[in-house]
């Protein structure tokens, strides 16, 4: 029971952190130092802070279904027979784009996956992480706060920005505390990306991204899940699908009017807090 509980506070950071620009694999290594789990094997540890986010992700796919299902029963105007009159291209390019923004973090994953892990999850890393993209996140809005974006919608974003914002998450991939979020917002707001469309294309790149991330670790763990390992992990996944539902509507109300300042603070309140607890 006492790992239940752990697991629903786990999901709760996991639902707010993974969607705001804060980092969720930073703020859930940092949490292990504080509230471990008892009845759970060495390996579990590391294959649930992925798997976790399998709870987030749902929350987009529900939230968002109608604008990423390319396929519908009457057509979409681009034929008028043939298996192509019921997908909606439009809606299938975005995929396209997604797709192509995917592909250098699962190539680092693939390939480094474990060595990164042994290099990069420490404390210190994370704290530098947060501290510095909290400080760049700062940069970029008050040198982005008179700028006009060139691209104000996901149809008028190209293969090639898709491209780009997918290489400045491999930056998330390999540094944890750095936030897939927060360095895909980054990037998009480099190139003139409006924060809206920014925001909106890194929930679905999040999709694919974590499906992947998540099998690749259950597939490296295995399937031999003790019972107490499996109710842990489903809670927890149930938990910040929930939390998600909510922090995901606010921040698409919240950026409408604001820009992301005020989370570069937090982070380098959190990483300066994380330094101090560390060495202290």
Not at 28 to 46: A, C, M, Q, Y
Not at 80 to 100: H, Q, R
Not at 165 to 191: C, E, H, N, Y
Not at 237 to 251: H, K, N
Request: glycine share 8%; with cysteine; charged share 15%.
């Amino acid at each position: 029971m006492l790992d239940i509980l752990k697991a629903i506070i786990y999901g709760i950071v996991e639902g707010i952190t993974e969607w705001l620009p804060i980092s969720s694999t930073g703020h859930l290594i940092l949490l292990e130092e504080f509230l471990k789990f008892e009845n759970v094997s060495e390996n579990f540890t590391g294959m649930f802070d992925v798997v976790i986010q399998l709870g987030a992700i749902l929350a987009v796919v529900v939230l968002f279904f109608w604008k990423i299902w390319p396929f519908c029963k009457k057509g979409n105007g681009y034929k008028e027979s043939g298996p192509l009159a019921y997908v909606n291209m439009d809606i299938m390019t975005l995929w396209f784009k997604i797709l192509i923004a995917c592909v250098p973090a699962a190539v680092i994953g693939i390939l480094f996956d474990d060595v990164l892990d042994e290099l990069f999850y420490h404390w210190y890393v994370v704290a530098a992480a947060l501290i510095l993209f909290g400080i760049a996140f700062i940069i970029i809005e008050n040198w982005n706060k008179n700028r006009t974006a060139s691209v104000n919608s996901l149809a008028e974003l190209s293969y090639r920005a898709a491209l780009i914002i997918g290489i400045f998450q491999v930056i998330a991939a390999v540094f944890p505390g750095t936030s897939r979020s927060g360095a895909t917002i980054v990037g998009a707001l480099l190139i003139g990306i409006a924060r809206p469309v920014a925001a909106e294309f890194t929930f679905y790149l999040a999709i694919p991204v974590m499906f992947g991330a998540s099998l690749l670790k259950v597939v490296k763990f295995g399937l031999d899940f003790t019972g107490s390992e499996l109710a842990v992990l489903l809670v927890a996944m149930a938990v910040a699908f929930l939390v998600s539902v909510f922090v995901i509507r606010f921040l698409l109300a919240y950026i409408k009017k604001h820009d992301f300042k005020v989370f570069g603070w937090y982070r380098i309140a959190l990483g300066a807090l994380v330094i101090g607890y560390f060495l202290i």
